[in-house]
């Protein structure tokens, strides 16, 4: 055994595990039919930076993942990579300076996977430096071309069932982007800016429009004007019909009649909905094709005509008329000042706007009605499965229930853009055939712009010209089926992984989608249990930000103290599903925690060696069975919290076992039985103290993989890696040990506490010590150790102690004498000083004065002009010290 440094050293020790892990197998899923725990990892975006709020849920992921194996899991934790998506594309056209249409498709494809890497090494290694134990074996990037063919054969076969459909629908579409997008991907700033605008608009001519014949020919015409109130005068050119409520007085005698729309002349009705909101501006609104989800609603029902002005990159089109090739900012502005020269604009006043912007570059978003795929939204069924899911905090569920009930349209699917999974579809290519060949599940994966489809000829017209889609799929629907992919599907039947974590800004995309496609595809659910985790705040309680100068990056807790620090104080910030606040002393608290266990572990390697251990039935004192009651008891109780992934609670109670009673109470209760002991007393301590070691170091390798790594590395008489020991299993538990194990503990602290106060060596011989406890233990409490503790005889006695207070000294106070009795002041003081001290005690409390005997007169002193010293008298009349602790009253002789 080669003798352990004094100090330990993270920074040599941490990278040194790092690599000698990966030529260990103690982190490989063995897939061999034994208890599964599957996590289904969150695939990041290869941003190239694993941030801190990525590493509390890996953290969390971590601490499961170790404590499964110890538990005898068969531990699968993969490692996905959620490569497409657009700020990779906007990232390589700005590195390479090009558009992404400068160069072929495939060949911008090879640009965003080469970027791709970089990235993904980039945020392993912040992985490995914190010490995360995924199974390499099982790592996956959604844009190798094994992986993008699953998600394409699960499109293949939501198309099979009539879950995928082709449609000209009105979508939420970034004309930053250029792209269609997801309800899920719009985000609301409230409280925007804005102008409200009060437009009039004509009442039309009579003769203008031929009037239908139901209406009653007799009855004139009323052509008066109406205004309106709007935020978006550059829409008037899409302005399908007016709307106002069907109780608005105000309007009840004009609903049907038409009206010009102001500049541009086209003429619309006035309809009455019951969604129109007579509190907004003048009660009247125009319809516009579109400016908002109200519009969609609206032309639907009414069954009112399409106009659409925008183009795709967000300027206005032909049918704008002259203001076409604006841009939407500048057309506001140019129409408005149009209508306002034309004597349309009748006021205007600031208001705040709520509005829908692109989640990733945060262009306010515009609805076009495209030609589209869309997958079916069935609510309930979504409901009823994410029911089935454990959340954790449970809360989380109705975050998922709230998103999933207002949900109005089916998820739009295409995305207009390259780097993503092709979406596997032709177009049949002859005239007024609309037939669409969507791949088989044999012809995946596939890349429909670079090879034709499985079939020859069309078969709805026998053609056989093919133009392959060039949209592709939104990323979601790659990332939504990690749990199908991680379980092998579709090659392996489906069964639900263990455990899905994330965090809980994205439970209505990931959450969402991946039930919705489990259940499509696999009928099933995706999890057992989804855990959510919260944000990491800065040290200040604000979000962490460059600019406040609250940012903290996780290597720099690593650089500074160490990754098990770090991971501890990740581990303490709070129960899962809060927000925690970064906390640089819980990272310096874990450091010192680290320094005690490893003195600790130097200690005890001093002491163990194989040859002493593992004998049978060794004689164990109290102390030694109370420590292993002890470990027994944390170790289930720790158990628990882990199972319900309580890291904080699991962490609290390890720490408190291994600082107080391992180290504090019961190392200091054998180091008399190990150097001095006879060989079986010493053994029984050896034996105990590796037990309990060996069970802590195993039960905190979740949460400081590296230290307990080298620590029971160091130790005689442990075996291989601690990640691929056991959970302790000691059964120890002895009611009777607790007690009086607890009670010693007690004692020797306390006693070396008073020696320490009373600035007596903590090794200095005491005549005696008497215990009287506040409880009489069942059976006699064994001394030894606590004798050996406190280098005293201890007796251990019932009842309560017969000690009595005995005034030993008269202290005359100065102050109060002095002006009473001036000159006299000296002899009244030697008087009480050499007065009996019980004599003195009784009057002053009998009559609150002492008189005094001068000889040849009497002095009456105040009784606050004295002060009493007592000490303690032990029956025999010893001289006693009284200490009283929680658990005893303790006596300690030391003339
Ligand atoms: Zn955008
Ligand atoms: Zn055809």
Not at 113 to 121: P, S
Not at 797 to 826: K, M, N
Request: aromatic share 10%; net charge negative; hydrophobic share 35%.
């Amino acid at each position: 055994m080669s003798e352990l440094p004094d100090n330990y050293d993270p920074d040599q020790v941490e990278p040194k595990w790092r690599d000698e892990w990966q030529d260990m197998d103690v982190y490989e899923y063995q897939d061999d039919g034994d208890t599964d725990y599957v996590v289904d990892t969150p695939p990041p975006y290869p941003t190239g930076n694993l941030h801190i709020g990525n590493a509390l849920g890996w953290c969390y992921m971590d601490f499961a993942a170790r404590y499964h194996r110890l538990v005898g899991d068969d531990v699968l934790f993969p490692q996905g990579w959620d490569c497409h998506g657009l700020p990779t594309e906007v990232k390589v056209e700005e590195n390479n300076d090009i558009h992404r249409t400068d160069v072929p498709r495939d060949e911008f494809r090879q640009m965003c996977i080469e970027h791709t890497e970089d990235q993904i090494d980039a945020m392993k290694e912040t992985m490995g430096t914190l010490g995360f134990s995924q199974d390499w074996n099982h790592e996956f990037r959604t844009m190798d071309p094994e992986y993008w063919g699953t998600t394409q054969r699960s499109f293949v076969e939501m198309a099979d069932d009539d879950l995928v459909y082709r449609d000209e629908h009105p979508v939420n579409w970034c004309p930053r982007c250029e792209t269609a997008i997801a309800d899920a991907e719009v985000e609301t700033e409230e409280g925007v800016d804005g102008t409200l605008y009060y437009v009039t608009f004509e009442g039309a001519d009579e003769d203008s429009e031929e009037r239908s014949s139901s209406d009653s020919a007799a009855e004139p015409r009323n052509t008066e004007d109406i205004e309106i109130a709007t935020t978006r005068p550059e829409l008037l050119a899409a302005c399908v019909s007016m709307a106002v409520h069907p109780d608005d007085e105000r309007y009840a005698d004009r609903i049907g009649d038409r009206f010009e729309v102001p500049l541009f002349g086209h003429e619309v009705e006035l309809i009455a909905d019951e969604e129109s909101d007579p509190e907004f501006g003048t009660g009247a609104v125009m319809i516009c094709t579109f400016g908002d989800k109200q519009d969609v609603e609206w032309w639907a029902e009414h069954d009112l005509d399409l106009r659409m002005v925008f183009t795709e990159d967000g300027h206005l089109n032909d049918d704008a008329g002259e203001y076409a090739g604006l841009t939407i900012d500048e057309a506001k502005e140019e129409i408005a000042d149009d209508l306002d020269d034309e004597g349309y604009l009748e006021d205007t006043e600031p208001t705040e706007q709520a509005v829908g912007q692109c989640w990733r570059c945060d262009t306010p978003i515009e609805i076009l009605s495209k030609e589209q795929w869309f997958v079916e939204v069935d609510q309930d069924a979504i409901l009823e499965r994410a029911q089935q899911v454990e959340w954790i905090p449970e809360h989380m569920y109705d975050r998922l229930e709230d998103w999933t009930t207002g949900m109005e349209w089916d998820w739009v699917i295409s995305r207009q853009r390259v780097f993503a999974t092709p979406i596997p579809a032709w177009f049949c290519q002859t005239e007024d055939c609309d037939h669409i060949h969507i791949a088989g599940p044999g012809e995946l994966p596939v890349e429909p712009t670079d090879e034709g489809p499985g079939i020859e000829a069309c078969p709805e017209c026998g053609g056989d010209e093919w133009t392959g889609e060039t949209d592709v799929m939104d990323t979601w629907m790659d990332s939504s089926i990690t749990p199908l992919y991680v379980r092998g599907w579709p090659d392996e039947e489906f069964e639900p992984t263990t455990l899905r974590e994330q965090g809980h800004d994205i439970i209505r995309t990931w959450a969402f989608y991946t039930l919705l496609r489990t259940g499509e595809i696999a009928d099933d659910i995706p999890w057992e249990e989804a855990l959510i985790n919260g944000m990491v705040f800065g040290e200040d309680g604000n979000k962490m930000s460059k600019s406040r100068g609250n940012f903290v990056q996780p290597e720099e807790a690593v650089e500074e103290y160490s990754a098990d620090a770090f991971r501890q104080a990740m581990a303490l910030g709070g129960q899962p599903g809060s927000d925690i606040q970064f906390q640089w002393k819980e990272v310096k608290s874990a450091s010192k925690f680290g320094t005690k266990i490893w003195n600790i572990t130097k200690f005890a390697s001093g002491h163990l060696d194989t040859a002493h251990l593992d004998r049978p039935d060794p004689a164990y004192r109290d102390a030694d069975k109370w420590i292993l009651s002890r470990t027994s008891q944390v170790a289930d109780s720790v158990a628990d919290h882990m199972d319900d992934y309580r890291f904080d609670a699991a962490l609290r109670e390890l720490r408190e076992f291994v600082w107080h009673d391992l180290a504090d109470d019961y190392l200091e209760l054998i180091k008399g039985r190990l150097y001095e002991g006879r060989p079986g007393e010493a053994n029984a301590a050896r034996q105990a103290l590796a037990t309990a070691l060996s069970a802590s170091l195993r039960m905190l390798s979740p949460f400081a993989p590296f230290l307990t790594e080298e620590a029971y590395d160091g130790l005689p008489h442990t075996e291989g890696s601690v990640h691929a020991a056991d959970w302790p299993d000691i059964d120890m538990h002895d009611e009777d040990a607790e007690i009086a194990g607890e009670l010693i503990a007690e004692v020797a602290a306390t006693v070396r506490g008073w020696k320490s106060d009373a600035g007596i060596a903590l090794n200095a011989e005491l005549d005696k010590i008497e215990v009287y406890p506040e409880e009489t233990p069942e059976r006699a409490v064994d001394t030894y150790d606590l004798s050996e503790a406190v280098n005293a005889p201890v007796h251990v006695r019932e009842g309560v102690p017969a000690v009595e207070l005995v005034p030993v000294e008269i202290d005359p106070d100065h102050s109060v004498i002095g002006p009473e009795f001036g000159e006299q002041t000296g002899r009244i003081v030697g008087a009480l000083e050499a007065a009996d001290p019980e004599d003195v005690k009784q009057q002053k409390q009998l009559d609150g004065e002492i008189e005094l005997d001068l000889g040849e007169e009497v002095a009456v002193v105040p009784g606050d002009a004295v002060e009493i010293h007592e000490e303690h008298r032990a029956e025999s009349g010893e001289e006693v010290e009284v200490v009283e602790s929680d658990l005893s009253t303790i006596l300690i002789y030391n003339d």
